[in-house]
């Protein structure tokens, strides 16, 4: 098959912006040196640009897992200018059709079984979605948002502005402009560029899947790390309405953070979590299917896997009792329905509810670890 025509625009700032980054840069840190300001410059640039894309552009507009003031939006309009991603508009509607036809070849912008080549940069080097470059049909919604629509109209002059006019002004006031065009301009950028794409290269292709195995998506605590917390990206598959990535308090999600932290200040709101009852039995289902493959070429299979089905039920029923009970009780928190003595023997029952899963959970956790 013919491969569609190579688009030269982003051919060129590819290959331009990554031979400074790659030539440029280590030739002028080794005849030149960068000083501490050159260096924090350019990573808060790196930072700022990321987290534009993936608290703004991703968590915010793409999957609308929260709502930000106006000047917050302004703020990630702005950085997602300077991360050179394309408008909000324009990316948001690939990103949608990518959750929505995810691993289509046919459709998914960025098909991860199209190899990693194709999904970390590929698909953006020829014409291959030039049949629906212009369609925003399934971003009606952002089309309301006057920040959206403001950057879409004038994304070429905003990034192109921000793109030079940081780094100059910054080099001018520094006193070191070639230095700070290569570090704050180029490397900055490439680095931005690419730690972004991994997500829809790697985070498909390296690592576990968690809650899911119906798409390719991985979870990756390193690629988290690179990429602001989007390296759970097994689980933002399956529940892609949360605003967290990493749902676990140790999991790197810097994104969550500044996204709950905004929060105390009045810049977001509405903040969407998945039910914890639904993300657990993901979870669960998960390691019986795994666990159910493992014992099936054991010698006494027929036994076992009625035990671990046994333990599995068990536990799942638990899990509902346990959470029933907990919604009722936050149900009648909040509407104070009911009086302190019915509400002191609710709580009882709940925390007795809460030790017999606790009980059935580390059963289930020894069945599992001895069949390892
Ligand atoms: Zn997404
Ligand atoms: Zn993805």
Redesign the pocket.
Known sequence: MKKPKLIWLNVAVFVITFLFAAIAVPYRAITHGFDSAEIIMALLCFIYCGMSITAGY?RLW??KTYQAHWSLRIIYALGGAFALQNSILHWSSD?RV??KHVDNNDVDPYSAKRGFWYSHIGWMLREYQAHRYTNYENVRDLQKDPIVMWQHKHYLLLTISLNFGIPLLFGLWHGDVISSLLLVGFLRLVLSHHTTFFINSLAHIWGKQTYTEKNTARDNGFLAFLTFGEGYHNF??IF?NDYRNGIRWWQFDPTKWLIKSCEYLGLTYKLRKSPEDKIEKARLSMILKRSQQKLSEHPDAEQLLERLQHEYDALINKLNAYYDIKKTLIANKRDKLIADVERSELVAQYKELKQRLIDQQQSWQFFIEKLA
Do not use: D, M, P
Request: aromatic share 0%; no cysteine.
């Open positions: 991703h793409s999957h990103h990518h959750h933002h598959h892609e």
